[in-house]
Nanobody, 124 residues
Framework: QVQLAESGGGLVQAGGSLRLSCAASGRTLSSYTMGWFRRAPGKEHEFVARISRGGGSTYYSDSVKGRFTISRDNAKSSVYLQMNSLKPEDTAVYYC?????????????????WGQGTQVTVSS
């Protein structure tokens, strides 16, 4: 079991950058595949990115590929999402998630643990 807490959200202009952080507590972070989902107003959860247990493999949705970078520091029990070239359509609540699966989980039900979310708003 692991508890997750996101931070770093806020308001940024289009074209700007923002770095989200996820602090984990409980079981050793390296036991989990980690990821990020987001949910825009009136929409369902959307997969953003995931990273393997050791950090050697990453996977991104087409909508953020080339702009966002997921990383992790297991020694600090932390996961990060660097967001560059932000667009208004990136506006959403962003969630840090943890999965027991070891391949490429991209569905919400494949992640057992979720943080409370942090709001990201991109102005045009």
């Amino acid at each position: 079991q692991v508890q997750l807490a996101e931070s770093g959200g806020g308001l940024v202009q289009a074209g700007g950058s923002l770095r989200l952080s996820c602090a984990a507590s409980g079981r050793t972070l390296s036991s989990y595949t980690m990821g990020w989902f987001r949910r825009a107003p009136g929409k369902e959860h959307e997969f953003v990115a995931r990273i393997s247990r050791g950090g050697g493999s990453t996977y991104y949705s087409d909508s953020v590929k080339g702009r966002f970078t997921i990383s992790r520091d297991n020694a600090k029990s932390s996961v990060y999402l660097q967001m560059n070239s932000l667009k208004p359509e990136d506006t959403a609540v962003y969630y840090c998630v943890a999965s027991h699966f070891s391949r490429i989980p991209t569905r919400p039900d494949e992640y057992a643990y979720w943080g409370q979310g942090t709001q990201v708003t991109v102005s045009s």
